[in-house]
């Protein structure tokens, strides 16, 4: 099982909608969630942080299950700069690792 | 401004060519790390340093090698290019190694 595996997408969403991400991770022991975001070959961006009490910020809503061991992202009333790829990043015996990211793209 | 920087951001060299990708960052960070990013793949951890003078190999280390004297340094060192490390490099830094990381711009290299 790969440590962290996303959906790679592409998710095509209507201004306005909501659309939601899932990611699932393998170690059990991982401690540190987050949730980053990428546009076309550019550096990726820290979106927010990923608390066990989950943790809102406007729009976007992330959320952690470890008995399941996954984590989500939400974003409401999606907006045209919205689109880019939305990276899952979890601790792991060894420095962070990124997922390969979700593709959002949010149609006028 | 809090930054990471990188230098190149844009590098054409040809096999063999020993070249050095320079990252620098202002925040005192204690961890600093480089990736590289290929379609289909991901990020993909090249080479990561917990603290000056420290250094460890990430998944992908084969024709890397780092150096780490000063706590704000951490160049790339491609000793003999080749092509197929011909991709999109990411220096990154952070206070810690499992807080969040703050990327440079990206260098883009190509080996021919």
């Known amino acids: 099982r790969k440590e962290v595996e996303q959906d790679p997408g592409p998710f095509n969403v209507p201004e306005g909608a909501t659309v939601a991400f899932n990611c699932t991770y393998s170690n059990s022991a991982s401690q540190s969630f987050f949730w980053y975001r990428q546009d076309c070959r550019k550096e990726p961006k820290l979106l927010m942080s990923?608390?066990?009490s989950g943790n809102e910020d406007g729009r976007f809503t992330a959320q952690l299950n470890r008995a399941s061991q996954y984590i989500s992202l939400l974003i409401r009333d999606s907006k045209l700069s919205d689109s880019a790829t939305y990276l899952c990043v979890v601790s792991g015996n060894t420095p962070l690792v990124f997922g390969k990211g979700t593709r959002l793209s949010v149609i006028a | 401004e809090a930054q990471v920087t990188q230098n190149p951001r844009y590098l054409i060299t040809v096999t063999g060519k020993k070249l050095t990708v320079t990252c620098s960052q202002n925040?005192?960070?204690?961890?600093m790390s480089w990736y590289r990013q290929d379609p289909g793949l991901g990020l993909r951890q090249i080479y990561y340093s917990m603290n000056v003078e420290v250094t460890d190999k990430g998944d992908v280390p084969e024709g890397y090698k780092v150096s780490r004297k000063e706590k704000r340094n951490f160049p790339l060192i491609l000793e003999s290019p080749s092509p197929n490390q011909t991709s999109l490099y990411f220096c990154?830094?952070?206070?810690?190694?499992?807080?969040?990381?703050?990327f440079g711009s990206g260098t883009r290299l190509t080996v021919v």
């Open positions: 990923v608390y066990s």
């Open positions: 925040m005192n960070h204690e961890y």
């Open positions: 990154a830094s952070s206070f810690k190694w499992d807080y969040g990381y703050t």
